[in-house]
DNA sequence: GCTGTTATGGTTCGATCGAACCATAACAGG
DNA sequence: CCTGTTATGGTTCGATCGAACCATAACAGC
């Protein structure tokens, strides 16, 4: 059944078996034939949609990266037209905590790829901006709620914003380890928040 | 030269070399041959000193576990006779960052394992405990700070244990990715302490 | 000074890996 | 309807893997 395929949805396909390899075992089980396997596929089709395995290994992990900035501005859009500052950074942090099996996935499959960061330059340049996007992101947030005199200004707005993030994926971990639930680490963000977002007088 | 082997000394000369193995590549590229290069010794004694694979990376995690407590106590003690609660929990939070090779070495360790240890009993066994055990003492810690007044009463002792840890641990990631310097690190580490080590009136 | 255990090197085997190669049905465009 | 590209399955090859096996020097204890 040639010519009517759909690239888009077999990479995705063949994309998804990867993850669960990697989250199953690290990229050890990320073999070409287990995840033809697990994708159900011949391993001749891993090679015709990615090529090498090191071209698999990076593709399956653009998919993934795609995903988390497509799903993430999903959710935030679901906040509501003017969201508040507070629900804001909320919702950025929950993003870095696997709260859902969505995200679970996600962030286990950047932790199977982790080392490999720090020495492959393909692998990094794809994974590398996100979390200082964050941050700026969030500091640009506190800074506006002082503005609008929801955050005190005696805060250091970028000093504040970089330890929530470090924290979440902190937190992160600790989830996903199994040393405390999603929901309370969802608690202890917005405890810290709490701390954060303090009306001011005057 | 029988009879007068270290056996501590091979094993660890062994586990060393998985560790750099694992660091450079994960745990993918500790194969015994591999190994046994870099450690330089045949791959007959890696059969000889730790079993299986298998064995030899749960044994090679055993070792880097264990030289983490030591030096962790080794440092603490350097810090002198009657240290103050700040100065304590600044010490526990600098052992979960890359500040010199062999901090960075570990951390990086751990993130070559971390998948299996969702999956793989024995390995979750050996690193299990330390992350709660980190809370509860700093935990321990803020709280004797309240009671000689360097914390506030208001401080919630252990949520904010947790999220320092939580921050360190994040912190952690980031430096080894390169994201900032172990160096800025510390300095936000020590930004929260001065927050919650807050000499309180009366 | 034998003898048995200890510490080590080397080799081999079946399994598996990544990758290249071979084949061919199904459809698109002329 | 014919033809060439597209999408796919299957097979094979050399390399490498983990593990078992074979060998043997050096020392300890008698």
Redesign the interface.
Known sequence: MPRQADHDRRRRQIAEAVWRL???????EVTLRQVAAEAQVSARLLQYYFGTRTDLLLGALKILNDDAEHRARERLALLGETPGMHAIVRGVLLELLPVDEERRTRH?VY??Y??????DPDL?GVA?DA??ALEDLVAGLITQGQDTGQVPRRV?AA?EA??L???????Q??V????RTADEAVA?ID??LARVFTPTPA
Not at 114 to 119: C, P
């Open positions: 990697a989250v199953g075992g690290g990229l050890e286990l932790a199977a982790f080392v490999r960061f720090l020495t990094a590398r979390p200082r250091d000093a970089a330890f993030v470090a924290g979440a994926e902190g937190l971990s600790s996903l380890l199994g040393q202890m405890h810290q």
